[in-house]
């Protein structure tokens, strides 16, 4: 469910360190979140207070699709020293969406609306992969927080 009305935000660049992989809707994302959390644990690192960002990439003739579940650092160095991949989100203006709800059933809630009604009504389109950006909490609950961005430009 939507919290509040869609806006478009002109956003700074950000890196990402994680893990890609290409996810079955029928299996879910949670094995890679735990292999990135697990990952940075090992490292040594705490995650507290660290921004969760995934990377919606598109879906293949199966819907299966890539999605890149991750930590905002500072660097690809820091990406490299958790032991992860990195990627880097560039800035831009982003189509942002404020969404509650249990993860992920809320944020293709949100990403449906931004990609079928906001985007349109606009004249604008998508210019790249949808970003997840979680807030704390229990990401299950039903008045869970999160914001669903995806970066546009002009039709």
Do not use: C
């Not at 879906?59 to 650092?73: I, K, T």
């Amino acid at each position: 469910m939507m919290s509040d009305f869609a806006r478009v935000e002109h956003r700074p660049s950000l890196v990402l360190a994680g893990l890609r992989e290409t996810i079955d809707p029928a299996v879910g994302n949670a094995d890679v979140w735990e292999r990135v959390l697990n990952t940075v644990k090992l490292a040594g690192f705490s995650t507290e207070g660290t921004q969760q960002v995934a990377i919606i990439f598109g879906a293949n003739m199966r819907q299966e699709f890539d999605y890149m579940a991750g930590l905002v650092v500072n660097s690809r160095d820091n990406a490299q020293a958790l032991g992860l991949n990195a990627a880097e989100v560039p800035a831009g203006d982003y189509a942002i969406v404020d969404v509650r709800g249990p993860a992920p059933l809320a944020s293709m809630t949100g990403l449906d609306y931004l990609l079928g009604t906001f985007l349109p009504e606009r004249a604008l389109t998508a210019s790249g992969p949808a970003l997840e950006v979680y807030g704390p909490g229990d990401t299950s609950s039903e008045d869970y927080m999160m914001q669903v961005w995806v970066p546009v430009k002009a039709l």
